[in-house]
């Protein structure tokens, strides 16, 4: 098993910015990629930005150029720094873990307990 524990989620005013991090721990060899969903009240979760151990990135087209994701390979933890926040990226947003190959995901998919995110307008 992965356990994933986030931390950095708050109340931030529109124009405003965040940073999200998410911890790993367990049996770590299970993953190789690592990311952020998001789902709003009343909404799909939906993918915001992913990382893998090699350091390729995967941004949703609409935090492109306002969110980062970065990783800190000997502290097993994934970074999101939000910028330029706006209203429509209130949400939970949840850390995400899983193992690829070929860009196929193999085996689990494991999950934080997800994290606040309010951006007032």
């Known amino acids: 098993q992965v356990q994933l524990v986030e931390s950095g989620g708050g109340l931030v005013q529109d124009g405003g910015s965040l940073r999200l991090s998410c911890a790993a721990s367990?049996?770590?060899?299970?993953?190789?990629?690592m990311g952020w969903y998001r789902q709003a009240p009343g909404k799909q979760r939906e993918v915001v930005a992913s990382?893998?151990?090699?350091?390729?990135?995967n941004y949703a087209d609409s935090v492109k150029g306002r969110f980062t994701i970065s990783r800190d390979g000997a502290k097993n933890t994934v970074y999101l720094e939000m910028n330029s926040l706006k209203p429509e990226d209130t949400a939970v947003y949840y850390c995400n873990a899983d193992r690829i190959v070929s860009g196929i995901r193999i085996g689990s998919q494991y999950w934080g307990q997800g994290t606040q995110v309010t951006v007032s307008s």
């Open positions: 990382i893998t151990s090699g350091g390729s990135t």
């Open positions: 367990g049996n770590i060899g299970r993953i190789n990629r």
